[in-house]
């Protein structure tokens, strides 16, 4: 019981690390660990990762220190390790384990350390690009507590940079430039992103993976900060045309979002609080929903039940959405700042970084 629950945990950690879906040979790997945390003796240990658009894994015990996990890859392929503690260490320490994420190779992968979360992690050159990459941002002072902090993403996005620019052909760059890619960041630093993208592998750049941030490259380049917003017309909720530019005069935020889509929902309660704030200040939010015809009702549900007062459109076309495809949306939520004269000042606002926008703005 105590195997599939560890067994449960792991899989849901999983589920935030990128699946990997080029299929190409088969290569064995072997994973070597020697943890000398004695209250890990006798410990369950749990490897997960995707193998092509598999996701596989493996369980093992720690004896004596140690521990040995083989299997196949089709490629370098991050993973989540995760090694349980004993019940008495489990009440102390009040969580379940450790964990660490790394990547895999064909091969010996070697794990040692006094703990896991702290291990030397050695066996191919992709991990130590990727070791490389986390001591690079470590001396930045990066941690993942300062997610939200202006200063230290605008350092973490530097270390990235660095990164990419120095190691073109390293399947850490063709994943972190996969990672990174968000509206937001393209927007502001679209000339760089662009001359990046065109440095890394010309194979990867012709991948599923490449392609898709090449859509995205070029919705950054028309779609820009100071570029002027593309005008559209859509249905509100009650049947009535409702056109961006009817906004002009207003800072408006141009929000692309679902009822089915749990992100979204997650950032609506910041949107009402930015709402309620500078309703009287000349802002003024739109909403544009990516739902399809079958959840209309679901769409309008959600407006009520989240509480969202500003105006709602939608062909109800899911991304297929004449504003979806103009604004290139591929993922949402997204999300433009748009001012008085219809030009765009910010993109892809995320928690309380609309209201730090808007207090700049308009204070």
């Known amino acids: 019981m105590r195997i599939m629950k560890n067994l449960k945990y792991v899989v849901l950690l999983w589920l935030t690390f990128v699946a990997f879906n080029n299929v190409i040979a088969q290569k064995a790997f072997k994973l070597e660990g020697n943890i000398k945390n004695p209250a890990m003796e006798g410990s369950m240990v749990l490897l997960a990762y995707h193998n092509g658009k598999t996701l596989k894994h493996d369980t093992t015990r720690v004896r004596q220190g140690h521990f040995e996990l083989s299997g196949t890859v089709e490629k370098p392929v991050k993973v989540l390790l995760f090694v349980s503690y004993s019940k008495e260490e489990e009440a102390k320490k009040k969580k379940r384990g450790e964990t660490n994420h790394f990547y895999l190779d064909a091969g010996i992968t070697s794990v040692k350390g ?5 291990a030397t992690i050695t066996g191919s050159a992709v991990q130590d690009d990727f070791s490389l990459l986390q001591k690079s941002l470590k001396s930045a002072g990066w941690t993942d507590e300062d997610l ?5 993403i605008a350092k973490r996005d530097s270390v990235h940079f660095a990164f990419l620019a120095s190691h073109p052909n390293s399947q850490i760059s063709f994943d972190l430039m996969k990672q990174i890619a968000r509206p937001n960041l393209l927007a502001r630093r679209y000339e760089e992103m662009s001359a990046i993208y065109n440095d890394l592998s010309s194979a990867w750049r012709e991948s599923e993976d490449g392609q898709r941030v090449a859509r995205l490259l070029l919705g950054a380049k028309k779609l820009g900060i100071g570029k002027e917003a593309i005008d559209f017309s859509m249905d509100d909720v009650s049947g009535n045309p409702v056109s961006l530019s009817d906004f002009r005069g207003q800072y408006v935020l141009l929000d692309f979002w679902a009822s089915w889509c749990i992100p979204c929902r997650a950032e609506n309660p910041h949107l009402v609080k930015a709402y309620e704030k500078f309703k009287e200040k000349n802002f003024t939010i739109l909403g544009v929903s990516l739902d399809k015809e079958s959840g209309r009702q679901q769409w309008i549900d959600a407006i009520e039940k989240d509480g969202l007062p500003w105006i709602h459109v939608s062909d109800l076309k899911g991304f297929d959405s004449t504003a979806a495809r103009s604004y290139n949306v591929l993922s949402i939520p997204i999300n433009y700042l ?8 910010a993109v892809g606002l995320r928690g309380d970084q609309l209201i730090k926008e808007l207090e700049k703005i308009l204070y």
């Open 338 to 345: 748009i001012d008085p004269k219809g030009k765009i000042v």
């Open 114 to 118: 006094e703990s896991l979360e702290t």
């Open 148 to 152: 939200m902090e202006d200063r230290m």
